[in-house]
Nanobody
């Protein structure tokens, strides 16, 4: 069974830093994009940052210049370095991975269990 195991969440003061990690295992097909979403109470889940296997990245505007997404393809692991954290960054952060069965043209999407990030003012 596919697993995405997240770590690194916690409580930090505004201006502080955290680093999230997510390791994917038991994924049969080649992973294309990996990334992070977040969901704050009463809000929809939103994309925070994503990175393709080729290293192309995408960030939501509110985190540009503060967050950095990276990955280790050999380990199927994605990281999110979060600096200059703000109270509005408080949310549950979810790891996401997309794998492709190229021969069948099928896309698979997987989610981690979520890790809480709380930024105090």
């Amino acid at each position: 069974q596919v697993q995405l195991v997240e770590s690194g969440g916690g409580l930090v003061q505004a201006g502080g830093s955290l680093r999230l990690s997510c390791a994917a295992s038991r994924i049969r097909f080649s992973i294309d994009a990996m990334g992070w979403y977040r969901q704050a109470p009463g809000k929809q889940r939103e994309l925070v940052a994503a990175i393709t296997s080729g290293g192309s990245t995408n960030y939501t505007d509110s985190v540009k210049g503060r967050f950095t997404v990276s990955r280790d393809n050999a380990k199927n692991t994605v990281y999110l370095q979060m600096n200059s954290l703000k109270p509005e960054d408080t949310a549950v952060y979810y790891c996401n991975a997309r794998a492709v069965n190229t021969s069948a043209g099928v896309l698979y999407e997987y989610w981690g269990q979520g890790t809480q990030v709380t930024v105090s003012s």
